[in-house]
């Protein structure tokens, strides 16, 4: 009692109060659990009576088909097909579902796992989309043959009810997609946002959902649109937008792949209040396309905007989205938000455009090739693979008319299940706006490996709704159950979704194509996880699985917003390095610069220095805390330790002994001038104010500084192989070096608040970013001669 009381300050009933909640909060858990067992034993027992009606509805098909091969058919082959068309594999579809079901059901735990059953259901909707689509054939079919052939009523009696309910059966499917929609909202509203089936149930609500209002839209049926030569259908598998590269130039695609082909459209301007078309660009038959590494094609230079382009994109969205914000508290007039959202949708639209890089080169076998730029491995791979999986059963090539390309293409309107590019214009209001801080993640093991690989995985997160790899664990060695227990640190900036990539590792000499950055080594699973704001806000590690084409990775997650992470704190303690003032440490060192940053500069610059994106990717956060450990007990096999070590962790320290600095490099005294000298518009001006600034600082920061800038500066001259530019160091180091106390900052102090930060903090992090990128972009920085007298011994010890 005495506990409870003194935790709460005295104020017993406060306890009581929180001691409920929390209770209450546990039962509703316990509720929401069971009320998503009785949601699936109600699906269960809607597919076992939607699998008796397609039961019935096939009963009649064998002896009509049977008398078809007589002399006295009594349907021809033809209408057979229209009235049973694409009824068997409905069946199979629903049987399968409802048999893989049935025993997870049946074993029932709360964390049990069905989100893949209905992704797999959902991924099948295109049989969906040719059985609507031949409905209304089928149905005036079947009754044109009742009505004129009463030998096909006598044979169907051997359905349970009379001839005419068959018109009823054919409804029923029809009738399925609006219920099945309706049945995965229930599911995925008792489905906590932490368990791993709620992303792959969100994803197939999604795709069950646009598919409905596809259907919705129509007043008649699309079957013609998409009927192709012998009565086969043409269905819609996945599309996207997507970046092409046309003669060295960026393009916004439309890109829809269908079951035996490849095609690439563009949207065309609306004018006159006409209702949006595409236009088609180019196709490829599946059967007639290849995939082509950078060796196998010609040259092809890739258009990079600049790092310092795309930051100002990124500075300009930020800015607006503030703006946009206070015109919404105040109740501003809907012209000038309109005016705002417009080029916000600009901006976000030119981001999306010029960031992908990375290449997926397609190939027609009898024409030419295609290239598409992507932002992450991970979507190059998703393509890949629902291609090759479809061209299986694509065996012959073809072409097709000018007019049947018009009517596919005019199709596309209709199938669309990617209806906007993902701006901020066409979120709701209330959507998350992501989060801004630090995610720490281990990645503990693998399971369902049925050979011993040498496997290891990538992170990814989105940022500006552009996913960039994060972290990457060691190779786990010849095994099919790894246990690689890394933990890593990723920053997030507005990321709403963790991406994990299971790569086997290859070890022939070409283990990189230089060009693309596209490993020889293969993918042996994918998959993600929403990082949900509510999931993530306690203090506690979140264990979770990702399921990925039969092997499931278990890690674990612990978010920490920016107004903690990165609240630098008073110096507790007077002997070690990290947290200790920097002129306490060269003072005791009898050195200029920290013998923790010579030591890492000198590992990284022995071997770190063509290691791709040094200082952006994590390194293993065990290992940092242990070389943490070795400098601040002044262990003497620190060097023998980081030798061994993988030079990300060294970076990874580096980076850490910044940021754990009580004062930040550039003093919390001069920090607004410098984010006021950088925002001078003057040049002269602005290099006058920014050197007399840099030359104010204390010596062991200034020393320390120019040691580093010179460091950062080799790395950026290996950009070519390392891919860290000095627009790329200025963002990783920017923050870490300029980030002033809380009390200088502009971060919001008040813990009530949510963890999805406002693009206020952006717009800090940008002017700490472009500080430190002029120091970086300057060939000399004058300095007078005492000042340049300690710089010339800043390496003493």
Known sequence: MWLKKRWCGGNYSVTRWALSMFMQAELDLEKGLEMRKRVLSGILASEE????????????????????????????????ETIFFKVPELYEIHKEFYDSLLPRVQQWSHHQRVGDLFQKQASQLGVYRAFVDNYKLAVETAEKCCQANTQFAEISEVMPTRVLILITLLYKPVDRVTRSTLVLHDLLKHTPSSHPDYPLLQDALRISQNFLSSINEESTPRRQSMTVKKGENRQLLKDSFMVELVEGARKLRHVFLFTDLLLCAKLKKQIGGKSQQYDSKWYIPLSDLNFQTAEESEPLPIPQA???????????????????????RANKGSKVMERLKKKLSEQESLLLLNSPNMPLRVHNRNGKSYVFLISSDYERAEWKEVIREQQKKCFKTFSLTSMELQM??????????????????NKDEDESTGLYGFLNVIVHSAS???????LYCTLEVDSFSIFVNKAKTRVYRYTTEPKWNEEFEIELEGSQTLRLLCYEKSYNKAKMNKEDGESTDRIMGKGQIALDPQMLQGKDWQRTVIPMNGIEVKISMKFTSREFSLKRMPPRKPMGVFGVNISTVTKREHSKVPYIVRQCLEEIERRGMEEVGIYRVSGVATDIQALKTAFDTNNKDVSVMMSEMDVNAIAGTLKLYFRELPEPLFTDELYPNFAGGIALSDSVAKESCMLNLLLSLPEPNLVTFLFLLDHLKRIAEKESVNKMSLHNLATVFGPTLLRPAEKDSKIPTNP???????????LEVMSQVQVLLYFLQLETIPTPDSKRQSILFSTEV
């Not at 790092?307 to 015109?327: G, N, P, T, Y």
């Open 49 to 80: 009576t939607y699998l008796s009606h397609l039961e019935a509805l096939l009963l009649p098909m064998k002896p009509l088909k049977a008398a078809a091969t007589t002399s006295q058919p009594v349907l021809t082959v033809q209408q057979i």
């Open 306 to 328: 600049p790092d310092e382009e795309l930051d100002a994109i990124k500075i300009k969205i930020s800015s607006l989205r503030s703006e946009i914000q206070r015109e919404r």
């Open 408 to 425: 596919l293409t005019n199709s596309c309107l209709k199938l669309q299940t990617v209806h906007q590019l993902p701006l901020t214009v």
């Open 448 to 454: 369902g490996l049925k050979q011993s690989l040498n």
């Open 752 to 762: 009530t608040q949510p963890i999805t930060m406002g693009d206020s903090w952006s």
